[in-house]
């Protein structure tokens, strides 16, 4: 079946350096979404890639799809304390047949766990 | 405001106890999810229904159920022959076409075995 993989597991860093944390598929996806979960919170979904090679920017946050649509990275530059929790991502694979396409389910990674240290 | 009610915030169960938690949603999503959460693990899919009266076994479905009635709510039992039921359990839907809004979660149920 599907596997998403998440790297690192954990990360530690000062408030003020930057943050970086890569999901990879082992089959072609149709898009990736990205998610934050607070400490003691629930996972609240931040933004979704389709195209190939695509990046969205979110203020400091910045989202890359790879080229051949199996992976992707979250970076946060210059990481304040309020990035604390987990980043998961979730990828979704397409399936195509000849009447129809459909969407499989999400599957997520294992999440990075961030701590920023002030 | 629109969002996803989980119920009860914690749980306690005794062994061989069957429990219900609660997930109700006004956010007119076609699509619910149940998720179990562990540390380390990430987000693990139970079930889940993308209408009405229909339901789908996810990757961990045994010691588990569910109903979907009414689109609105999609409770999960969690039964005596789930051996290893302590766990964050969160409840998420979605519009069927899943766009860019991604899956809405509820704030989630603590159940532990004591």
């Known amino acids: 079946g599907q596997q998403v993989m998440q790297i690192p597991q954990y990360q530690h860093v000062q408030e003020g350096e930057d943050f970086t944390t890569y999901c990879n598929s082992s089959?072609?996806?149709?898009?990736i979404q990205w998610y934050k979960q607070r400490p003691g919170g629930h996972p609240v979904f931040l933004i979704q890639l389709v195209k190939s090679g695509e990046v969205k920017k979110q203020k400091r946050l910045t989202f890359q799809f790879g080229e051949a649509k199996k992976n992707s990275s979250l970076h946060i530059t210059a990481t304040q304390t309020t990035d604390v929790g987990t980043y998961f991502c979730a990828g979704r694979r397409r399936m195509s047949t000849l009447s129809r396409t459909s969407y499989g389910k999400l599957t997520f990674g294992q999440g990075t766990i961030l701590t920023v240290h002030p | 405001d629109g969002g996803i009610t989980q119920s009860p915030k914690y749980l306690f169960r005794k062994e061989g106890q069957n429990v219900t938690l609660s997930c109700e949603q006004n956010?007119?999503?076609?699509?619910m999810y149940w998720y179990r959460q562990d540390p380390g693990q990430g987000l693990r899919l139970i079930y889940y229904?993308?209408?009405?009266?229909?339901?789908q076994k996810g990757d961990i479905a045994e010691g588990y159920s569910v109903s979907r009635e009414k689109k609105e709510s999609f409770p999960l039992t969690v039964t005596s022959a789930q051996k290893n039921p302590t766990a964050f359990y969160l409840c998420?839907?979605?519009?069927?076409?899943?766009?860019?809004?991604?899956?809405?979660f509820g704030s989630g149920t603590r159940l532990t075995v004591v």
């Open positions: 956010l007119n999503h076609d699509a």
């Open positions: 229904s993308q209408i009405v009266n229909d339901f």
């Open positions: 998420a839907s979605s519009s069927t076409s899943d766009g860019e809004y991604g899956y809405t």
């Open positions: 089959t072609t996806l149709s898009n």
